[in-house]
C-alpha cells in the first residue's frame, strides 16, 4: 500500500519511534551507526534500506543473509510500503518487527516551551544526522538509566558508552537533572563535560554519538551516523610579533559523504589549516561549524567525533596488524567493554580496510600503503564522523598513491566526511571538491578538482606551483573571489556569518576510556609486546651485561686489591651507564608521533611515562644484576667485615642497579629532549665520557671548585663512591682519589651516596613527564 507522495512516516520498533523523512533514507541493521538498529543476531550488520523511491516509500534488502519478510512472510527483496504495513527481519515469524504508522496531525507547543523564545534550542542549525530525531520517546515521570547494557531504560548501542552510562532523573520542581555514573568516556550538556547538571529544553545531552534533547514531554534522540557537513567560516591565524598571518580569512563548506583534497606549495598554511579544523591549534578568528555546531565551543565532545592520521605512522611496527588495533581498542573503549565486542569491532574495520590477509602479518613487513591502511584502520575503530588525513601518500610510488586515495573515496561514500592535506596531484579526480592555498594562507581555487587548472590557466600542475612561487605579488584570492566558481561552489552554498573572534576551547582533560590502572596495564603489555618483538633489541639486551660483566672481572682478577679495585668499579660504572641509557635513549622520541595521537583520545600523561619506567626499569636492573654477578664472580672484596649495612656483593650490586636505572631514567630525559632518533647516539656517546670524567675515579674532586659541584649532578660520581664505601676504597688504594670523604666507610655515607641516586631518578622524571608536555599540541596539555 503506497504512501502520499513525500509524506512523512512513523516507524515503530519495539516501542521505539522514529519519524522518517522523505528526504533521506534509512538504514536498518545492527550497526550501532545506523538509523534503525536491530539488536537480534539474526538481523545482518547491514539489512535493509527504507526511503522515497518514485514518490512512494519502499524498503529493499541489501543483501542480508537471513532476509527480510512482508505481513504475511514472503521473503522481499523490494517492497512498496505505507501505513500499516509491517516488515519482519530476519525471520518471516518470529524475526523483529517494525510498523509504518501515519503521523497525528501536529500538536500546538507546550506553554513551557513557547515561553522559551529567549532561549532557542541548541538545534535550531544542525543539518545532516541531526535533521529528523532517529528516536522519539515519552518521558516519563521517572529515573531513566542510559548505557550500553541491555538492562537500562535506554539503550544506546554505542562502544563509546558505558555500560551504565548516566542517568536522567526526574525533579520534584518537574525539571530534569543529568547525572553522570563515573562513565569512561563523559556525558555532556551542550558540549561540555558535566558530573551532574539541569536539563533545560532545548539542551543537548551527549553520550558517545548520541545526542539527546528535551522538546515538551519528549525525549528526543539524534544520533551521529558520520552523515555530516562541515562549514569553515573566515579562519585566520596569525603568529608572532609583528603579527604574521598564517590563515587569511578561509571559508569553504565540505558537504556530507564527501571527500576534499588540500594542496598548495610549502608554506602556504596547509598544516595551520588542518590544525585549526582538528582543534589541535585553534583559528585566532573564525568558526568552524560541525553539522552546525560550533567546534570550538563544543569541542570537548566533538573530539571523540574525529579521527586524525598524521604523516608519521602511529603505530608500533613490531605488532602484528591485528594485536596492534586490539591494544588501541583497549585504550580508546570503556575499561567494561567484553574483549569479543573490542574483538568483534577490529575485525569489522579489518574487513572494511581490505587487510584480512594481512591482519596477522608484522605491520614492519607491510607496504607503505597497506601501513598506511593499518594507520586509518586504528582511526576508524571509534567510528569518527570527520576524518583527517595529513599527507597519507607521501614516499608512496604512484600505484600506491592511487590505492590510498581510492580508498579515502570508499570511506566517504561509506558515510564519512574526508579531509586529505597532499603534495601528491596524481589522483585528485577521485574528490569532490579541492581547495588550492596559495602563499600567505589564502584561497587560490575551491571547486571541482578537474576544473581547476584551466582556472589558473595552465596544463600542468608543477607550472601552477611555480607560478605560486614566482609570483607572489599577484593577488591569487582576489582573483578568485571575483571568478563564478567562488560564486558558485562558496558564496551560494554557505550561510554567511559576520567575521568574528574564535570561540574559545575550553581545554578539561580528554576522557580516559580507562582507568588509569587500566591504561597502564594495556601500555606495559603493548611495551613488553613490542620489545618482545624486537630481535634487535632483544640480542643487544642479553649480550651487553655478559661482555660487560666479562670485562669488569677480568679487571678485578682474582681479589680487589689496590691495583685492580678502581678499575673493577670503573668498568662496573661504565657498564651500568651505558645499559640504562642504552635501553631508554630512542623509546620517546621513536614513539613522539604514536604518543601524540593518543594523548589527544585520553591517553594519560603519567600512565604512559610509568609503563616505560616499569617495562625498562626492569629489564635494565635484571641486566645490571646479571653484570655484577658476573663481574664479582670468585673475586675476593677487601672490605673490613663486609659492606656497611649488607654482605659486600650484595651492595655492590645495589649500588651498580640503582646506577643504571638512573641512566636509563637520564636516558629518558634525552629521548624526550630530542626531535629525532638519529641524534640520541652521539649524545649517548658523550654521556658515556661525561660519566667516566666525572665519576671519581680518574680525577681527584673533592676539594676543586667548580669540578667537585659538578660531579653531583653526575649519577656515577655517586654510584662509584657507594662502591667504594661499600669495600673501604680509602684503605685499599693509595693517592689523591682515595682521600674522597664520599668514600667512607660509613653507614651513613652509604646511604647518602644511595640516596642520592634515588633523587636523581626523581627529579629526572619529574624532567621527563615536563618535556612529554612540552611535545604536545595545546589540546592535549591536560
Same mark, same amino acid.
Given at each position: 500500500?503506497?504512501?502520499?507522495?513525500?509524506?512523512?512516516?512513523?516507524?515503530?520498533?519495539?516501542?521505539?519511534?522514529?519519524?522518517?523523512?522523505?528526504? %533521506?533514507?534509512?538504514?536498518?541493521?545492527?550497526?550501532?551507526?545506523?538509523?534503525?538498529?536491530? !539488536?537480534?543476531?539474526?538481523?545482518?550488520?547491514?539489512?535493509?534500506?527504507?526511503?522515497?523511491?518514485?514518490?512512494?516509500?519502499?524498503?529493499?534488502?541489501?543483501?542480508?543473509?537471513?532476509?527480510? @519478510?512482508?505481513?504475511?512472510?514472503? %521473503?522481499?527483496?523490494?517492497?512498496?510500503?505505507?501505513?500499516?504495513?509491517?516488515?519482519?527481519?530476519?525471520?518471516?515469524?518470529?524475526?523483529?518487527?517494525?510498523?509504518?504508522?501515519?503521523?497525528?496531525?501536529?500538536?500546538?507547543?507546550?506553554?513551557?516551551?513557547?515561553?522559551?523564545?529567549?532561549?532557542?534550542?541548541?538545534?535550531?542549525?544542525?543539518?545532516?544526522?541531526?535533521?529528523?530525531?532517529?528516536?522519539?520517546?515519552?518521558?516519563?515521570?521517572?529515573?531513566?538509566?542510559? $548505557?550500553?547494557?541491555?538492562?537500562?531504560?535506554?539503550?544506546?548501542?554505542?562502544?563509546?558508552?558505558?555500560?551504565?552510562?548516566?542517568?536522567?532523573?526526574?525533579?520534584?520542581?518537574?525539571?530534569?537533572?543529568?547525572?553522570?555514573?563515573?562513565?569512561?568516556?563523559?556525558?555532556?550538556?551542550?558540549?561540555?563535560?558535566?558530573?551532574?547538571?539541569?536539563?533545560?529544553?532545548?539542551?543537548?545531552?551527549?553520550?558517545?554519538?548520541?545526542?539527546?534533547?528535551?522538546?515538551?514531554?519528549?525525549?528526543?534522540?539524534?544520533?551521529?551516523?558520520?552523515?555530516?557537513?562541515?562549514?569553515?567560516?573566515?579562519?585566520?591565524?596569525?603568529?608572532?610579533?609583528?603579527?604574521?598571518?598564517?590563515?587569511?580569512?578561509?571559508? @569553504?563548506?565540505?558537504?556530507?559523504?564527501?571527500?576534499?583534497?588540500?594542496?598548495?606549495?610549502?608554506?602556504?598554511?596547509?598544516?595551520?589549516?588542518?590544525?585549526?579544523?582538528?582543534?589541535?591549534?585553534?583559528?585566532?578568528?573564525?568558526?568552524?561549524?560541525?553539522?552546525?555546531?560550533?567546534?570550538?565551543?563544543?569541542?570537548?565532545?566533538?573530539?571523540?567525533?574525529?579521527?586524525?592520521?598524521?604523516?608519521?605512522?602511529?603505530?608500533?611496527?613490531?605488532?602484528?596488524?591485528?594485536?596492534?588495533?586490539?591494544?588501541?581498542?583497549?585504550?580508546?573503549?570503556?575499561?567494561?567493554?567484553?574483549?569479543?565486542?573490542? !574483538?568483534?569491532?577490529?575485525?569489522?574495520?579489518?574487513?572494511?580496510? $581490505?587487510?584480512?590477509?594481512?591482519?596477522?602479518?608484522?605491520?614492519?613487513?607491510?607496504?607503505?600503503?597497506?601501513?598506511?591502511?593499518?594507520?586509518?584502520?586504528?582511526?576508524?575503530?571509534?567510528?569518527?564522523?570527520?576524518?583527517?588525513?595529513?599527507?597519507?601518500?607521501?614516499?608512496?610510488?604512484?600505484?600506491?598513491?592511487?590505492?590510498?586515495?581510492?580508498?579515502?573515496?570508499?570511506?566517504?561514500?561509506? $558515510? %564519512?566526511?574526508?579531509?586529505?592535506?597532499?603534495?601528491?596531484?596524481?589522483?585528485?579526480?577521485?574528490?569532490?571538491?579541492?581547495?588550492?592555498?596559495?602563499?600567505? !594562507?589564502?584561497?587560490?581555487?575551491?571547486?571541482?578538482?578537474?576544473?581547476?587548472?584551466?582556472?589558473?590557466?595552465?596544463?600542468?600542475?608543477?607550472?601552477?606551483?611555480?607560478?605560486?612561487?614566482?609570483?607572489?605579488?599577484?593577488? &591569487?584570492?582576489?582573483?578568485?573571489?571575483?571568478?563564478?566558481?567562488?560564486?558558485?561552489?562558496?558564496?551560494?552554498?554557505?550561510?554567511?556569518?559576520?567575521?568574528?573572534?574564535?570561540?574559545?576551547?575550553?581545554?578539561?582533560?580528554?576522557?580516559?576510556?580507562?582507568?588509569?590502572?587500566?591504561?597502564?596495564?594495556?601500555?606495559?603489555?603493548?611495551?613488553?609486546?613490542?620489545?618482545?618483538?624486537?630481535?634487535?633489541?632483544?640480542?643487544?639486551?642479553?649480550?651487553?651485561?655478559?661482555?660487560?660483566?666479562?670485562?669488569?672481572?677480568?679487571?678485578?682478577?682474582?681479589?680487589?686489591?689496590?691495583?685492580?679495585?678502581?678499575?673493577?668499579?670503573?668498568?662496573?660504572?661504565?657498564?651500568?651507564?651505558?645499559?640504562?641509557?642504552?635501553?631508554?635513549?630512542?623509546?620517546?622520541?621513536?614513539?613522539?608521533?604514536?604518543?601524540?595521537?593518543?594523548?589527544?583520545?585520553?591517553?594519560?600523561?603519567?600512565?604512559?611515562?610509568?609503563?616505560?619506567?616499569?617495562?625498562?626499569?626492569?629489564?635494565?636492573?635484571?641486566?645490571?644484576?646479571?653484570?655484577?654477578?658476573?663481574?664479582?664472580?670468585?673475586?675476593?672484596?677487601?672490605?673490613?667485615?663486609?659492606?656497611?649495612?649488607?654482605?659486600?656483593?650484595?651492595?655492590?650490586?645495589?649500588?651498580?642497579?640503582?646506577?643504571?636505572?638512573?641512566?636509563?631514567?637520564?636516558?629518558?630525559?634525552?629521548?624526550?629532549?630530542?626531535?629525532?632518533?638519529?641524534?640520541?647516539?652521539?649524545?649517548?656517546?658523550?654521556?658515556?665520557?661525561?660519566?667516566?670524567?666525572?665519576?671519581?675515579?680518574?680525577?681527584?674532586?673533592?676539594?676543586?671548585?667548580?669540578?667537585?659541584?659538578?660531579?653531583?649532578?653526575?649519577?656515577?660520581? &655517586?654510584?662509584?663512591?657507594?662502591?667504594?664505601?661499600?669495600?673501604?676504597?680509602?684503605?685499599?688504594?693509595?693517592?689523591?682519589?682515595?682521600?674522597?670523604?664520599?668514600?667512607?666507610?660509613?653507614?651513613?655515607?652509604?646511604?647518602?651516596?644511595?640516596?642520592?641516586?634515588?633523587?636523581?631518578?626523581?627529579?629526572?622524571?619529574?624532567?621527563?613527564? %615536563?618535556?612529554?608536555?612540552?611535545?604536545?599540541?595545546?589540546?592535549?596539555?591536560?
Amino acid at each position: 500500500m503506497a504512501d502520499q507522495p513525500g509524506a512523512e512516516l512513523i516507524l515503530d520498533t519495539d516501542g521505539d519511534r522514529r519519524v522518517l523523512s522523505p528526504s %533521506r533514507e534509512y538504514e536498518i541493521g545492527r550497526d550501532p551507526l545506523g538509523d534503525v538498529v536491530l !539488536g537480534d543476531p539474526r538481523v545482518s550488520w547491514h539489512h535493509a534500506v527504507i526511503h522515497v523511491r518514485e514518490g512512494h516509500w519502499s524498503v529493499d534488502d541489501v543483501g542480508s543473509t537471513n532476509g527480510t @519478510f512482508d505481513a504475511v512472510g514472503h %521473503r522481499v527483496r523490494h517492497l512498496d510500503v505505507g501505513p500499516g504495513a509491517k516488515i519482519r527481519f530476519g525471520n518471516p515469524t518470529d524475526g523483529p518487527v517494525a510498523a509504518l504508522i501515519a503521523p497525528e496531525p501536529p500538536k500546538p507547543p507546550a506553554p513551557a516551551v513557547r515561553k522559551r523564545v529567549e532561549r532557542p534550542s541548541a538545534l535550531t542549525a544542525i543539518t545532516g544526522s541531526y535533521r529528523r530525531p532517529t528516536t522519539v520517546r515519552r518521558l516519563p515521570e521517572r529515573t531513566i538509566r542510559i $548505557g550500553r547494557a541491555l538492562e537500562n531504560d535506554l539503550v544506546v548501542d554505542d562502544l563509546s558508552v558505558s555500560r551504565s552510562h548516566a542517568e536522567l532523573r526526574a525533579r520534584p520542581d518537574g525539571r530534569y537533572e543529568i547525572v553522570d555514573l563515573d562513565s569512561h568516556n563523559g556525558t555532556f550538556l551542550n558540549g561540555q563535560p558535566v558530573l551532574s547538571a539541569v536539563v533545560q529544553p532545548g539542551d543537548l545531552v551527549g553520550i558517545g554519538h548520541s545526542v539527546f534533547c528535551l522538546v515538551g514531554d519528549e525525549l528526543q534522540e539524534f544520533v551521529d551516523t558520520g552523515v555530516i557537513a562541515l562549514q569553515v567560516e573566515g579562519l585566520s591565524v596569525q603568529v608572532g610579533a609583528p603579527a604574521r598571518l598564517l590563515l587569511d580569512a578561509v571559508s @569553504f563548506p565540505v558537504a556530507e559523504k564527501s571527500l576534499l583534497a588540500v594542496v598548495g606549495p610549502s608554506g602556504a598554511g596547509k598544516s595551520t589549516l588542518l590544525n585549526a579544523l582538528t582543534g589541535m591549534r585553534p583559528a585566532d578568528r573564525g568558526s568552524v561549524r560541525y553539522d552546525g555546531r560550533d567546534l570550538y565551543r563544543d569541542y570537548a565532545e566533538l573530539r571523540q567525533r574525529i579521527g586524525l592520521v598524521p604523516q608519521d605512522d602511529i603505530l608500533h611496527t613490531q605488532l602484528t596488524v591485528r594485536r596492534a588495533l586490539s591494544y588501541a581498542a583497549e585504550l580508546r573503549f570503556p575499561g567494561d567493554t567484553e574483549q569479543s565486542e573490542r !574483538g568483534d569491532r577490529v575485525q569489522e574495520v579489518i574487513s572494511e580496510l $581490505g587487510l584480512d590477509q594481512r591482519a596477522d602479518q608484522v605491520i614492519s613487513s607491510l607496504s607503505g600503503g597497506q601501513r598506511k591502511r593499518v594507520s586509518v584502520a586504528l582511526e576508524l575503530l571509534t567510528k569518527p564522523s570527520l576524518l583527517f588525513l595529513d599527507e597519507p601518500t607521501s614516499g608512496l610510488d604512484p600505484g600506491m598513491d592511487r590505492s590510498v586515495m581510492h580508498l579515502l573515496r570508499r570511506l566517504a561514500d561509506d $558515510g %564519512r566526511t574526508v579531509i586529505v592535506v597532499t603534495h601528491s596531484v596524481l589522483n585528485l579526480d577521485v574528490c569532490d571538491r579541492l581547495l588550492v592555498l596559495a602563499p600567505g !594562507g589564502h584561497i587560490a581555487y575551491f571547486g571541482p578538482p578537474d576544473k581547476a587548472l584551466a582556472f589558473f590557466g595552465y596544463e600542468q600542475w608543477p607550472e601552477a606551483f611555480e607560478a605560486f612561487e614566482t609570483e607572489q605579488e599577484r593577488d &591569487w584570492a582576489g582573483r578568485y573571489q571575483e571568478s563564478d566558481p567562488y560564486r558558485q561552489y562558496i558564496a551560494a552554498t554557505m550561510e554567511r556569518v559576520p567575521a568574528q573572534a574564535a570561540a574559545e576551547i575550553k581545554y578539561p582533560e580528554p576522557p580516559k576510556a580507562q582507568s588509569w590502572l587500566g591504561q597502564l596495564s594495556t601500555l606495559v603489555r603493548r611495551y613488553v609486546a613490542a620489545l618482545s618483538a624486537d630481535r634487535t633489541f632483544l640480542a643487544v639486551m642479553i649480550i651487553l651485561p655478559f661482555v660487560m660483566g666479562a670485562m669488569a672481572r677480568a679487571l678485578a682478577g682474582s681479589r680487589l686489591d689496590d691495583t685492580t679495585a678502581l678499575n673493577a668499579l670503573l668498568i662496573l660504572c661504565v657498564g651500568g651507564l651505558l645499559i640504562g641509557a642504552a635501553n631508554s635513549v630512542r623509546e620517546l622520541v621513536k614513539e613522539r608521533a604514536v604518543y601524540r595521537r593518543e594523548r589527544a583520545v585520553g591517553l594519560s600523561r603519567s600512565a604512559y611515562l610509568w609503563s616505560k619506567i616499569i617495562v625498562l626499569g626492569s629489564i635494565t636492573v635484571a641486566q645490571a644484576v646479571v653484570m655484577t654477578v658476573i663481574g664479582l664472580a670468585g673475586v675476593r672484596i677487601r672490605a673490613h667485615g663486609g659492606g656497611v649495612l649488607m654482605p659486600a656483593p650484595i651492595e655492590i650490586i645495589l649500588a651498580v642497579a640503582m646506577l643504571s636505572f638512573t641512566a636509563m631514567m637520564l636516558g629518558l630525559v634525552v629521548s624526550a629532549l630530542v626531535r629525532k632518533e638519529e641524534v640520541t647516539m652521539p649524545l649517548l656517546v658523550l654521556l658515556a665520557i661525561v660519566q667516566v670524567v666525572f665519576c671519581g675515579a680518574l680525577l681527584r674532586l673533592h676539594g676543586v671548585p667548580v669540578l667537585e659541584q659538578l660531579s653531583w649532578i653526575v649519577p656515577s660520581r &655517586w654510584a662509584l663512591a657507594a662502591m667504594a664505601s661499600t669495600i673501604d676504597l680509602r684503605q685499599v688504594v693509595q693517592g689523591n682519589v682515595a682521600t674522597d670523604p664520599l668514600f667512607a666507610h660509613k653507614a651513613g655515607t652509604w646511604l647518602l651516596d644511595m640516596g642520592a641516586m634515588v633523587l636523581m631518578s626523581l627529579i629526572l622524571g619529574l624532567i621527563v613527564a %615536563r618535556l612529554l608536555r612540552r611535545h604536545e599540541p595545546t589540546i592535549m596539555r591536560g
